[in-house]
């Protein structure tokens, strides 16, 4: 029994990022052109964190495949608390096509993949969040053309999952990716070792600094996140602080002026002007963000179609 799952940016080969993207692009010109959860299938999709972006976008996704998305309520379900991972993961199984999990630790995720019997999706973890890099692509696609031999900064925290996505998607695209984060929040060791490792295949390069500078000049896109992700909220007043790590890190027309004239600037949102991003960038005529929160509806919708048709899955 084949069975795939999308848990962190490096379960796609090159060619089949490739492959999701193209059919993303296909879907975003033709909505209602695959059906593939018609029946309606049902979806899972359960949110141990907040959420907006991916809520949307997995029921519109979901939805324009034919199926039916069940969205489930975290705190109700109580996964890995009130029953164990594993339980749950074959209780949903049995009644999805698919699961899709936002969660804190990536160890569950990849339980509830060994035991779904079905694809199991990562809509964020503490680690990685695999479906809005795909989302990135496709924005950086439309937006320059082909990925091969573009050069992706991201500055901030780079030890969150933004960062280590970024790392993996980009090595996997051909992309030179650079990350820019201060001393204490750089990268995990192991992505980094991991993006190398594709990016020798690919062409493409992997830089770490600790100068924002560094980072952006001369880059074709220039991305960001929060200082403070989801489950950090109690590090909010260090991480925000003027004497704060992250403050040579916030991305303002300045930082923006030493990337390439034509670059892009793009944030996963939800973004905190005056932090992370300066309105100037956000708001203005090189951001992006609003094209890049549409295309996580069609990436996702491309990337459950292609799971689902290179799975078998057992009665
Ligand atoms: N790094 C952020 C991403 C939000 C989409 C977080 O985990 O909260």
């Not at 900064?153 to 280590?164: E, I, K, Q, T």
Request: proline residues 4%; charged residues 25%; negative net charge.
């Amino acid at each position: 029994m084949t069975l795939r799952h999308f848990l962190r940016d490096d379960d796609l080969t090159p060619d089949e990022q490739r492959e999701v993207l193209d059919r993303a692009l296909a879907l975003k010109a033709d909505p209602f052109s695959d059906r593939c959860l018609e029946g309606p299938q049902t979806v899972s999709i359960l949110f141990d964190k907040q959420t907006l972006r991916t809520q949307v976008s997995f029921v519109g996704a979901v939805s324009g495949l034919g199926g039916f998305p069940m969205v489930v309520d975290g705190r109700l379900a109580g996964v890995g608390v009130r029953e164990p991972v594993a339980d749950v993961a074959r209780i949903l199984g049995r009644q999805s096509a698919a699961v899709v999990w936002r969660t804190f630790e990536q160890a569950k995720l990849e339980e509830m993949a060994e035991y779904a019997g079905v694809p199991v999706v990562n809509a964020l973890t503490d680690d990685f969040h695999p479906c809005q890099t795909l989302a990135d692509l496709l924005t950086v696609r439309e937006l320059l053309g082909d990925l091969a031999g573009r050069t992706l900064a991201y500055v901030g925290d780079g030890a969150n999952n933004m960062a280590h996505s970024y790392l993996l998607a980009s090595a996997t695209a051909g992309v030179h990716v650079r990350v820019g984060a201060p001393p204490s929040h750089q990268p995990s060791a192991a992505v980094v070792a991991r993006a190398e490792e594709i990016a020798a295949r690919t062409g493409a390069s992997v830089l770490v600094t600790d100068d924002a500078v560094t980072a952006v000049r001369g880059a074709d896109v220039v991305a960001t996140d929060t200082w403070v992700s989801m489950g950090q909220e109690e590090e909010s007043d260090t991480r925000h602080g003027t004497d704060g790590p992250f403050e040579p890190f916030r991305v303002d027309e300045a930082l923006m002026a030493q990337a390439a004239d034509h670059a892009v600037f793009l944030h996963c949102l939800p973004a905190y002007r005056g932090h992370e991003v300066t309105s100037a960038v956000i708001d203005g005529p090189r951001s992006h963000v609003w094209q890049e929160a549409e295309n996580r509806l069609h990436a996702q919708k491309a990337l459950l179609s292609w799971l689902l048709e290179h799975s078998e899955v057992s009665a």
